[in-house]
């Protein structure tokens, strides 16, 4: 290393230097600027690191590259082979995107890399073996969901309702036949465009209803309308055709636009149209009113007023085609509170009912009453109150209603079977009445008295088997509806859910047959510890075998009969509690 001389030393070599000077000129040596010292010592890291991460990038992009192609192709063999749905792929695409992103830039550590890209295989061979069950919930979920909007529309008088039965059925026999991702995914794809069709029904059904009551005005009128007869004929072809969801939506747009074209096509009827439209116009503010909505009431009557006036000043072709614009635009503007509406009506009428009933004997419908599985709660989501006080859009409404529409059907079901002399071994006409309403007259359904603690089973409307059973006590309460079966499970171990100590709770307890019938661990199950089973063991009562009380919200079946049950229910049959 280079050191420094002493001063002396210094000064007299500065001297001969400077005496020299003239011949350092002439000589014409290369004037070299000294760097600073921090510039040269980072210029020396970069191009150590750049000759580092060159030597050391080789092997390591290599294996990042084995890594990234494996993820690849195991990415395609989920997609293509298996039937993952993207939803349940894209949070990993997204991650390998983030980690290539970088891919060959300044500092890229490929090591990483690579070690990044072996965890996202790892994470999917993880969903590829749990993507059967997990979509096997979520179609099961849809399923139940099909159902809801699928009664409600039925139980609005809807003839279309049969051809969307035939495709729930199939949909729930495949659903029972499905192994594989790929069979569930297919099934709940087919099963969501379905509920979004029959979602979709209601408005186009208004505008048809509004198509035929402008035709017969028309035609009470002596006007000619051939042209507008066979539009109509066609829109319902395509309305009882049971259409996809877009069809209905476009259906709509199309009624208006051929009610227009029939003002413009005969003048003459424009003042026929135009009063038509107003009176259905005010039967809507009527309902509403009905429903309790008077504050949409009000500024929709006083947007009626406006189009009354409108409409009597109207002379000429383009004021009554301004007038039928503003009046479809303002019908439509009336879907969400009519649903609205229509929800928190019937949700009133279901308290009443309940409260009737408790007010005879509290224990009468103490499920329905139920806060966690009955009416429910603000907040408690998946109960009609909790789903109506949460929905905001038309759709969450007529869930939400159709929710309600359900339960008062098997409350009014329970009221009705109360005094009912029949066996238990022999069908009942509330069970068959049930089944008729809800279109299951065809195939296996199981159906669950909870005030007689006896499950019957139907296969083509025919009774086949019956079982005494043992539903939720009142603290812990069974929930009535109208469910399907999600899954079974055959020796396996139920846990309690409650905090050891509570009156709730229980050790853990083996299981050998369950078929799960609602979200939440609600189970058709043997109960072989049991002894009672029937009348009453709902209730507190001496058991010597087991709790002195009901179920903790499972159906509880003697262990034979429960098998039998379990290898003849398949999943997505109905299992109507009420």
């Known amino acids: 290393m280079w050191q420094r001389h002493s001063s002396t030393s210094s000064t007299a070599d ?12 002439r000589s014409a040596r290369p004037l070299v600027r000294r760097l600073p010292a921090f510039f040269v010592l980072a210029t020396g890291l970069v191009l150590l690191s750049m000759l580092l991460a060159s030597c050391a990038s080789s092997g390591d992009q290599a294996a990042a590259q084995q890594s990234k192609s494996k993820l690849d192709h195991e990415l395609t063999h989920a997609h293509n082979d298996l039937g993952i749905p993207n939803s349940l792929l894209q949070p990993i695409e997204s991650q390998e995107q983030k980690i290539a992103s970088g891919a060959g830039g300044f500092n890229y550590n490929y090591q990483d890399a690579a070690t990044n890209y072996n965890l996202l295989y790892n994470q999917l061979i993880g ?20 159902s ?44 969501q465009a379905q509920t979004a069709a029959l979602n979709a029904l209601w408005p186009a059904y208004q505008r048809l209803q509004d198509f035929k009551a402008v ?31 877009k069809r209905y939506q476009a259906l709509v747009g199309v009624i208006d636009g051929q009610i227009n074209q029939l003002m413009a096509d005969q003048t003459e009827t424009m003042p026929y149209i135009g009063s038509t439209l107003l ?87 103490y499920e329905y009453a139920s806060s966690n599985v009955g009416i429910g709660a603000p907040g408690n989501i998946g109960s009609p109150i909790g ?12 869930n939400a209603d159709a929710e309600t529409t359900i339960m008062m059907t098997n409350l009014r079901a329970l009221v009705d079977n109360l005094n009912d002399p029949t066996p238990p071994w022999e069908p009942h006409a509330t069970d068959l009445s049930l089944m008729q309403q809800y279109g299951l007259m065809q195939g296996s359904v199981v159906v669950v008295s909870l005030r007689e603690q006896t499950a019957r089973l139907y296969t083509n409307g025919k009774l086949v088997y019956w079982s005494y059973v043992t539903t939720g006590r009142p603290e812990a309460p069974s929930p009535p509806f109208l469910w399907y079966a999600i899954d079974h499970e055959y020796h396996t171990e139920f846990k309690s859910g409650d905090p050891k100590g509570s009156a709730l709770w229980y ?35 001496w058991d010597p075998l ?22 003849h229910v398949a999943d997505g049959e109905p299992i109507i509690l009420y």
């Open 14 to 25: 500065d001297a001969r230097n400077s005496a020299r000077g003239a011949d350092v000129t």
């Open 127 to 146: 969903i590829e073996q749990t993507a059967p069950q997990v979509l096997q919930q979520q179609t099961g979920k849809d399923i139940q969901a099909f």
């Open 148 to 191: 809801k909007i699928l009664n409600q529309r039925r139980s609005q008088g809807f003839s279309e309702a049969n051809v969307y039965q035939a495709r729930f059925d199939q949909a729930s026999a495949d659903f029972g036949n499905a192994k594989t991702a790929k069979d569930f995914a297919t099934i709940d794809a087919l099963v």
């Open 215 to 245: 035709l017969q005005a028309v035609h009470n009128s002596g006007i000619n309308s051939a042209l507008a007869q066979y539009n109509y004929n066609q829109d319902l072809a395509a309305f009882d055709a049971a259409s996809p969801p």
């Open 279 to 365: 009176d259905a116009f005010q039967a809507r503010i009527n309902l509403l009113h009905t429903y309790g909505e008077n504050a949409a009431a009000k500024q929709f009557q006083q947007e009626h007023d406006g189009d009354a006036t409108l409409l009597a000043n109207a002379r000429t072709l383009a004021d009554y085609l301004t007038f039928s614009q503003t009046i479809n635009q303002q019908t439509n503007d009336m879907t969400l509170p009519l649903v609205r509406g229509k929800a928190n009506y019937d949700l009133n009428q279901l308290k009443a009912l309940i409260n009737t009933v408790q007010a005879q004997n509290p224990l009468n419908a």
């Open 387 to 398: 789903d109506t006080l949460a929905a905001s859009t038309v759709q969450e409404f007529e």
């Open 507 to 541: 050790a853990p307890t083996p299981i050998n047959y369950g078929v799960r019938y609602a979200p939440g661990g609600f189970f058709l199950h043997d109960a072989w510890w049991r002894y009672k089973f029937g009348p009453g063991s709902n209730l507190p009562h």
């Open 546 to 567: 087991a709790f002195s009380g009901g179920s903790h919200g499972c159906v509880n079946f003697p262990e034979d009969n429960m098998a039998y049950v379990y290898y």
